[in-house]
């Protein structure tokens, strides 16, 4: 009886809030965590595949050939921007939790544990303008990325590949670019969730 008579103070509307709050907080994290680490694997899968060309020595009888020329100056800026992006995605993911840890508190009968409306309007501000400033790092980086394989195609004729294997578009190239693509849709999803909820729940708490 008496767990039954706290349950029923919990007021309706402030347990649809934690609900929607638990949901949209959730599903927020999970996907922001989901393409953060495929986002993280394709940057060490680059800069694993970048130390190992570097790291490649000619064979004997065969020209040499400059190796340590055979990674683009870009892909290195472009991998730079998509750690900075990881950076910010990964504080964008302590967002999310924290915001699935306020419809805990708003679970509680007592109303004295619940957070006050400012303090999630305050988490969800900084979750809208991390998300924005993640897009914009990664943005930079998958711009990065691209203009490394445009300018490689385009430089690119028939049979280059026999005669400067620098200008080959290699896998790694396309991992960053591909890193940097991923990270992208990470903070968007972060920033329409949030942005969403802070829309919402102005008129609501």
């Known amino acids: 009886m008496p767990a039954q008579s706290k349950i029923q103070t919990v007021n ?21 965590a989901g393409l953060g680490v495929a986002s993280a694997l394709m940057l060490v899968f680059a800069i694993s595949g970048r130390s190992f060309s570097q790291a490649v020595a000619p064979t004997p009888g065969v020209p040499v050939t400059n190796y340590s020329q055979g990674t683009t100056p870009g892909v290195s800026i472009s991998i730079f921007w998509g750690v900075c992006g990881i950076l910010a995605l990964l504080f964008g993911i302590y967002l999310a939790f924290s915001i699935t840890r306020f419809a805990r508190r708003l679970c509680n009968p007592n109303p004295d544990l619940h957070p006050k409306k400012a303090d999630v ?21 998958g711009g990065a990325g691209i203009s490394v394989l445009l300018s490689k195609s385009i430089a ?9 294997p620098n200008r080959i578009i290699r896998s790694l190239d396309i991992f960053v670019a591909m890193a940097s693509m991923t990270g992208i849709t990470a903070h968007y999803i972060a ?11 102005h008129p609501q708490l």
Not at 12 to 32: C, D, H
Not at 121 to 141: E, N, S, Y
Not at 193 to 198: D, E, R, T, Y
């Open 12 to 32: 309706p509307k402030i347990e649809r809030i934690a609900n929607i709050l638990r949901l949209i907080g959730w599903v927020s994290f999970w996907l922001q």
């Open 191 to 201: 920033t329409v969730a949030s942005l969403g909820l802070f829309n919402w729940l």
């Open 121 to 141: 309007m305050k988490v969800l501000r900084i979750a809208i303008i991390t998300g924005f400033l993640g897009m914009l790092l990664t943005i930079l980086g």
């Open 156 to 164: 690119q004729p028939q049979g280059v590949a026999i005669y400067d």
